[in-house]
């Protein structure tokens, strides 16, 4: 099989300098130094001969002399030194550890070693800090979840909604954590009846539920207000747009509502949205502002809501003062 070019690349990057610290090495113990055939060495070298800074003029390239059997290598002070991270692939690395850290993904012993030696192999090039750190979850708030998580228990949040601007109250069953741009909590809401994707960010608060929690499929008890009013306020909404107004699917983003987009569901350039957390009031207010780019919308209760408070909108213009409609002439 064909060797990757990659591979190569990474045993030129380690020849030069094991050459370099080991002058008048014998070919044969550099191939089994690099677990290559002799052949392959010799490739190499010649390889080099033609590898330096940009110019490539003769005191430019690399040398390398091995007629006699032993290797030396010169001209290569600039790539004699191993290879080592650039401070943006060790700050990479290091939000990844402090990912696994967050999420408690690996042992802390383990991930603090790993760290200490990353950091300290990317500052040793001057003016290479690095800064890398995921977002963080309050400790109180990540301490509550990640134990509801381990013990299955159900928890109450307070968790703000920005599209109609309201604080709902959730019953949840975590499920787990996980980081994209933020920090999302995948959980089971038993107050909508269906798995929800939570910004960590929106969740005002968390404690565990009451012990008169809901159980999946249960009905809200008549009692709890807030449960019940959250429960009506998810609705749902689904929409297919002309491509006239296929750019408010971009507005609406129903992947990260958890929800779905079909693109040409009914036709090029027309979009599919399904937004399942969609409350009825917002619903209602999204369709009276763009009605006129939707071809299909549901539920119909929604639909009927918003013809209703379009008409009630249009009958103002109906009641326009008189004196006004002649100081601004007459109506057609």
Same mark, same amino acid.
């Given at each position: 099989m064909a060797e990757r070019a990659q591979d190569r690349l990474s045993r030129l990057l380690g020849l030069v300098p094991y050459l370099t610290r080991r002058p008048g090495t014998d070919l044969d113990e550099v191939a089994a130094h690099f677990g290559v055939p002799r052949a392959q060495i010799v490739d190499d070298l010649e390889l080099l001969f033609v590898t330096g800074r940009p110019g490539h003029m003769p005191d430019d390239l690399i040398e390398a002399e091995w007629g006699s059997g032993a290797v030396f290598v010169g001209n290569a002070d600039e790539v004699s030194v191993p290879v080592r991270l650039s401070a943006h692939e060790a700050g990479g690395l290091l939000l990844a550890l402090d990912y696994l850290d967050s999420a *408690?993904?690996?042992?802390?012993?383990?991930?603090?070693?790993? *760290?200490a030696k990353l950091a300290t192999a990317a500052g040793e090039v001057p003016g290479t800090a690095v800064d890398a750190a995921p977002p963080r979850i309050p400790a109180d708030l990540a301490a509550t979840v990640r134990a509801a998580i381990e013990t299955g228990e159900t928890l109450d949040i307070d968790y703000y909604v920005p599209a109609r601007d309201e604080l709902t109250r959730r019953t949840i069953r975590p499920l787990r954590l996980r980081l994209g741009r933020v920090w999302y909590?995948? &959980?089971?809401?038993?107050?909508? =009846? =269906?798995? *929800?994707s939570f910004a960590v960010d929106r969740i005002r608060s968390a404690t565990p539920a009451a012990a008169s929690v809901l159980t999946d499929g249960a009905a809200a008890p008549a009692g709890n207000g807030a449960t019940a009013a959250s429960a009506q306020e998810d609705t749902g909404l689904d929409l297919v747009l002309s491509p006239e107004a296929a750019w408010l699917a971009d507005e609406l983003d129903p992947a990260a509502q958890g929800g779905t987009r079909v693109d040409d569901a009914r036709g090029p350039g027309s979009v599919a949205v399904s937004l399942p957390q969609a409350g009825r009031a917002w619903a209602v207010r999204l369709l009276t502002a763009h009605g006129a780019g939707v071809r299909e919308a549901r539920p119909e209760s929604v639909v009927s809501s918003a013809l209703q408070a379009t008409r009630a &909108? $249009? &009958? $103002?213009?109906? *009641?326009?003062?008189?004196p006004a409609q002649e100081e601004h002439g007459a109506k057609d």
């Open positions: *408690r993904q690996a042992e802390p012993e383990v991930l603090a070693s790993v *760290r909590l995948d &959980a089971h809401c038993l107050t909508a =009846g =269906g798995d *929800r &909108a $249009l &009958a $103002l213009y109906d *009641r326009a003062d008189p």
